[in-house]
């Protein structure tokens, strides 16, 4: 967790610093890669550091829900309903991250365009997606054993 707050931190003060000293990392670029760089560069790496540190916020977001998981697990009692709705907030943060990788493409593609390179590989990650379903059904397996607990209890 601490690691995805550093990471969301500093991809957004990436972005700031790199408008503002937009020339020298041009020309540094341009210097280490034997192309000169348009200004527009810049705004791709901008949009790609943002997006960045949405991610990795909404990975801050998806540790969290996971460590309150855990911590009902030490402390005997997992199967219950805020389990079943955690699950689900962790399973549409997946979605929510998957999502993120379109512009994020988008963007990498533009600066891949930009800078002449002819290989980008951005985009969405089939285990992600599945990562997200699965999450959906564990927070509906959740949900009906909590009520199957109720219930039961309910009737001794």
């Known amino acids: 967790m601490i690691f995805a707050v550093v990471f969301a931190t500093t991809s957004l003060v990436t972005a700031p610093l790199a408008l503002l000293w937009r020339e020298p990392i041009l020309a540094k670029l341009a210097e280490r890669g034997g192309v000169a760089l348009p ?11 943002l997006l960045i540190a949405i991610t990795a916020a909404l990975g801050f977001l998806f540790l969290r829900e996971l460590r309150r998981i855990v911590d009902t697990v030490a402390e005997g009692d997992p ?10 907030r962790m399973g549409w943060l997946a979605v929510g991250i998957q999502l993120i990788a379109i512009p994020v493409s988008a963007l990498a593609g533009w600066a891949a365009y930009l800078s002449h390179v002819r290989f ?6 089939l285990g992600g997606v599945f990562l997200a379903l699965i999450l959906f ?13 109720d219930e039961l209890e309910g009737t001794v």
């Open 79 to 88: 199967f219950i309903p805020v389990n079943a709705v955690r699950l689900q």
């Open 120 to 125: 980008v590989d951005v985009g969405l990650s």
């Open 39 to 49: 200004p527009d560069f810049i705004w791709a790496i901008c949009g790609i550091s």
């Open 137 to 149: 059904v564990l927070a509906r397996v959740f949900r009906t054993g909590a009520q199957m607990r």
